[in-house]
């Protein structure tokens, strides 16, 4: 089946500070990347949909200057967070879906903390 | 706009019993796909069953099967012979028909526990 990594699984930074996610997709071409914010007990809140070789387009309410995704190739996509802070400490997921599918594969997610 | 509508936040079954979760969701589309995804501790997210809605016939995998009542918006997943490593939370999750385009609307998840 196809598989969605995540690179690192957990992160801890300093406040202020910026951290990269990785999320690649291992056996297939992604056209198209989405990244998902889920707090503890809550459901996945799509921060972002990323399409191969394009800008990002981010939901209402997401800083994409805070948030900055980059789908450089067809099986890479990043996620920055730029001057974290603790509010930004989460449970971060990707995931990405090949070209015309309607499936979505999901990444083992990332847990960032800020301190 | 679509939406998604778990109204159990948390359900329980004995183990090798049968339980059903609810899924209600509200489209103006004709052509969309349904899904079920389960999210055990481990937080990865796991493909239950999928449903089109073209279809008629009930999806089903192995113990897993849809209830899915197209005009009546309704989703519900039946686990039948639950089994410890069921539980989970259980997202019910949409999407729309259309190409590539488009993401999942989740639902507020249920938590299920299954008790030995």
């Known amino acids: 089946g196809a598989v969605v990594s995540q690179h690192p699984s957990r992160v801890i930074c300093k406040s202020g500070t910026s951290v990269k996610i990785e999320c690649r997709s291992l056996?297939?071409?992604?056209?198209?990347m989405f990244w998902y914010r889920q707090f503890p007990k809550k459901s996945l809140m799509l921060m972002a949909t990323?399409?191969?070789?394009?800008?990002?387009?981010?939901e209402q309410g997401v800083e994409k200057d805070k948030f900055l995704i980059n789908h450089a190739s067809l099986t890479l996509s990043t996620l920055t967070v730029t001057s974290a802070h603790p509010e930004d400490s989460s449970f971060y997921i990707c995931?990405?879906?090949?070209?015309?599918?309607?499936?979505?594969?999901f990444g083992p997610g990332t847990r960032l903390t800020v301190t | 706009a679509q939406t998604v509508t778990q109204s159990q936040p948390e359900m329980s079954v004995q183990e090798a019993e049968t339980v059903t979760l609810s899924c209600t969701y509200d489209?103006?589309?004709?052509?969309?796909?349904l899904f079920w995804y389960k999210q055990p501790p481990s937080r990865q997210m796991i493909l239950v069953i999928r449903?089109?809605?073209?279809?008629?016939q009930n999806a089903t995998e192995n113990r897993f099967s849809v209830n899915f009542q197209k005009a009546a918006k309704s989703f519900s997943l039946k686990i039948s012979d639950s089994q410890l490593g069921d539980a989970a939370m259980y997202f019910c999750?949409?999407?729309?028909?259309?190409?590539?385009?488009?993401?999942?609307?989740f639902g507020k998840g249920t938590k299920l526990s299954v008790k030995p």
């Open positions: 995931s990405a879906r090949p070209r015309s599918s309607y499936e979505q594969y």
């Open positions: 056996d297939f071409q992604a056209t198209t």
């Open positions: 990323s399409n191969e070789g394009s800008k990002a387009t981010y």
């Open positions: 489209t103006s589309e004709s052509d969309y796909y």
């Open positions: 449903q089109e809605a073209y279809k008629q």
């Open positions: 999750a949409y999407w729309k028909y259309g190409g590539s385009q488009g993401n999942l609307i």
